[in-house]
């Protein structure tokens, strides 16, 4: 059962909030050595993600004369409202097996694009002399993924919503609900090209592997971090931290949530597995395995396969209708 349904304490302290950034950071530094171990090395330690946000917090590096301070301030803290605004009902989702109906399903792939229309925001008011080329780029790979995430989440409202007697569910507590009555989603022989480009759009939404070319940083030293001041940094880190979760989390929920009416310690400990699964699955080997493309050869390779896979998923689900 939920700690409390104060959605201020889910939002700011558990599952959100505190909870995901420090869940969120604990995965990135697990994936950081596992990528390490794939390519015969050791690895940073295990909690060097939170060493370098203590870290960079610390700084007292001004942010540069040529940017909008408060525009600036601004975009950072609304990429980190939304992000956590979508990682909270997701988490319930994905631990507890119910949702929140604050946020609803087709809010979140908004929600997930918020804190990149925040990067690209924060580079230009920073002074940034790339910022034009990341900002293409960005937006190019941001068309990709939320086209791609739709079409994982149009199969999947329709495979609910036919076989539960409508046209269509955009509720995430009834996606679970559908779940807990005729099993995950993960094993319908359907939604199975939709799962696989799933795994494709985790890394695409973290920017790791070949997705990381919108950073630019094998051309401009370090990308954004070469513009911005330590503390900047510290809250894009917490920003993507909490973005990973919300991925994460969105998948475990979508595909196989926990089973209702469990102890919270079972819950997490379920959830913790399949995230770490999912990252293995998607981040880590993206990371080991993806190589340097250029923009206009990622962009023919992701509508080639993983949004193609996601249009056979919503091709079969409407022609494999069955009754409710």
Same mark, same amino acid.
């Given at each position: 059962m939920l700690v409390t349904e104060n959605p201020i304490f889910?939002?700011?302290?558990?599952?959100?909030?505190?909870?995901?950034?420090?869940?969120?950071?604990? +995965?990135?530094?697990?994936?950081?050595?596992?990528?390490?171990?794939?390519?015969?090395?050791?690895?940073?330690? +295990?909690?060097?993600?939170?060493? *370098?946000?203590?870290?960079?917090?610390?700084?007292? *590096?001004p942010v540069k004369a040529t940017a909008n301070e408060r525009i600036f301030g601004a975009s950072i803290l609304l990429g980190i409202a939304a992000v956590a605004a979508a990682t909270m009902p997701v988490l319930i989702g994905g631990i507890y097996g119910k949702g929140d109906a604050l946020i609803g399903l087709p809010w979140i792939p908004f929600l997930l694009a918020v804190p990149t229309l925040a990067l690209l925001a924060a580079?230009? /008011?920073?002074?940034?002399?790339?910022?034009?080329?990341?900002?293409?780029?960005? +937006?190019?790979?941001?068309?990709?993924?939320?086209?791609?995430?739709?079409?994982?989440?149009?199969?999947?409202?329709?495979?609910?919503?036919?076989?539960?007697?409508?046209?269509?569910?955009?509720?995430?507590?009834?996606?679970?609900?559908?779940?807990?009555?005729?099993?995950?989603? /993960?094993?319908?022989?359907?939604?199975?090209?939709?799962?696989?480009?799933?795994?494709?759009?985790?890394?695409?939404?973290?920017?790791?592997?070949?997705?990381?070319?919108?950073?630019?940083?094998?051309?401009?030293?370090?990308?954004?971090?070469?513009?911005?001041?330590?503390?900047?940094?510290?809250?894009?880190?917490?920003?993507?931290?909490?973005?990973m979760v919300a991925a994460l989390g969105l998948g475990v929920a979508l595909f196989f949530p926990a089973e209702q009416g469990g102890s919270l310690l079972l819950g997490l400990s379920w959830f913790f597995l399949k995230c770490l699964l999912l990252t293995l699955a998607s981040l880590s080997l993206a990371r080991t395995t993806g190589g340097h493309f250029r923009i206009d050869q990622l962009v023919r390779l992701f509508w080639k396969w993983p949004a193609a896979l996601g249009l056979t998923s919503l091709i079969l689900v409407l022609i494999t209708r069955s009754s409710p």
């Open positions: 889910q939002l700011a302290i558990f599952p959100g909030g505190v909870f995901a950034l420090f869940f969120g950071l604990l +995965l990135k530094g697990i994936d950081c050595k596992v990528r390490a171990r794939l390519q015969c090395g050791v690895g940073p330690a +295990l909690l060097q993600p939170f060493f *370098d946000l203590v870290k960079l917090s610390r700084k007292g *590096d580079e230009r /008011l920073s002074g940034a002399h790339f910022a034009a080329v990341r900002f293409t780029r960005e +937006l190019t790979l941001l068309l990709i993924w939320e086209g791609a995430l739709l079409l994982v989440l149009f199969s999947l409202v329709l495979k609910v919503g036919m076989n539960s007697g409508g046209p269509v569910v955009f509720s995430l507590p009834e996606i679970l609900r559908f779940q807990q009555e005729r099993g995950p989603l /993960l094993f319908d022989p359907t939604l199975l090209p939709a799962f696989v480009t799933y795994l494709f759009f985790i890394p695409a939404l973290a920017g790791e592997g070949p997705f990381g070319l919108g950073q630019a940083e094998a051309e401009f030293v370090e990308g954004p971090a070469h513009e911005f001041s330590k503390p900047v940094l510290a809250l894009f880190q917490m920003m993507s931290a909490l973005r």
